[in-house]
């Protein structure tokens, strides 16, 4: 079975008004545990990769590896190309199968970031793939991408009105004060902002950054049209925090089956959260799949 694209997964989100959450996984462990999470709790799912992960799992085995979940869980779940800012790359990945991917072109001026994103849309398109795209700038680190404060800037909404248009995207990520990492303190969500770029673009919106966005905020935030929810951080603390925990206290441990079974029942735990949060729960039925 090919994957789904993004399309069928957020439109259905968007009309229902929860948030499909997007996590990055970086191996099989990680893709396990997010699927073990999304089947248990029914709840529909976007597998993440960054650049460094293609570039450490190689898409090849990401793609197998998500194809053959796809047909193994019944949920709706797609494998996608988080914060890729090569083209070629995108082109390339998009020809082996995956079916939903981020241009992430926001570094460039207005029209630049249009031109890019138009050109992905177009050959995105004619693979049935769909295409999410940044407008504004979120600050904070993710993988190789760090982003300055300096440098952070929020969506214009009239500009997103036009974005979409000329660029024929199929979601957009908005920056409305969430950052990539960690945060030193609370952020503050503008959801006034976020109302304003709703009510003048259509696609579903995407908030990168949910790691440490209180519960209350990124719900609020589906509320006002937020339909995919992306978590990196959250989950890797509690993954690696149980491996050094395993390694404490069993100091001589050498064999990988046992000491990432705590680690991938520590990120379980968050996943669940996450659906939770998203109230994607039990949402996982009636989606149309591209046989
Ligand atoms: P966090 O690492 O802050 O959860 O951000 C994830 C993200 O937005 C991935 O694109």
């Known amino acids: 079975m090919s994957l789904l694209s993004t399309k069928e997964i957020l439109i259905k989100a968007q009309k229902e008004g929860y948030a499909v959450p997007a996590f990055n996984i970086h191996n099989l462990e990680t893709i396990q545990v997010v699927l073990d999470a999304a089947r248990n709790l029914k709840s529909p799912v976007i597998l993440a990769a960054t ?4 570039k450490y799992a190689d898409e090849n085995y990401l793609l197998a590896i998500i194809e053959k979940a796809s047909e193994l869980n019944n949920i709706p779940l ?3 190309l988080d914060h890729h800012e090569n083209v070629e790359d995108i082109k390339r990945i998009i020809k082996l199968g995956c079916k939903s991917v981020m241009i992430d072109a926001s570094k460039h001026e207005f029209r630049n ?7 992905v849309v177009e050959f995105a398109h004619l693979y049935g793939s769909t ?3 940044e407008l504004g700038k979120l600050g904070g680190i993710e993988d ?3 982003v300055d404060e300096k440098d952070v800037f929020l969506t214009d909404p009239k500009e997103a009105y036009e974005f979409v248009k000329r660029t024929g995207v199929d979601s957009l990520a908005v920056a409305i004060g969430t950052a990539h990492g960690l945060y030193k303190s609370e952020p503050k969500l503008d959801f006034d902002r976020l109302e304003k770029i709703k009510n ?4 579903p919106l995407v908030l990168h950054g949910a790691s440490g966005v209180p519960y209350e ?3 609020k935030s589906i509320e006002k ?4 929810v992306n978590i990196a951080t959250e989950l890797k603390i509690p993954f690696s925090n149980a491996i050094k925990q395993y390694f404490n206290e069993n100091p001589n441990a050498s064999d990988p089956r046992q000491y990432l079974v705590p680690a991938k029942n520590a990120m379980y735990d968050v996943v669940v959260e996450k659906i939770k949060m998203c109230k994607s729960e039990n949402k996982a039925h009636d989606i149309s799949y591209n046989i």
């Not at 650049?51 to 293609?54: A, F």
């Not at 970031?113 to 050109?119: A, G, P, Q, S």
């Not at 003048?200 to 696609?203: F, I, L, T």
């Open 51 to 54: 650049p460094s992960t293609v």
């Open 78 to 80: 797609t494998f996608h």
């Open 113 to 119: 970031n249009i031109e890019i994103v138009k050109d």
């Open 131 to 133: 295409v999410e795209a």
């Open 144 to 146: 190789d991408l760090n």
């Open 200 to 203: 003048m673009v259509d696609v």
């Open 217 to 219: 905020s990124v719900q």
């Open 225 to 228: 049209g937020i339909c995919k």
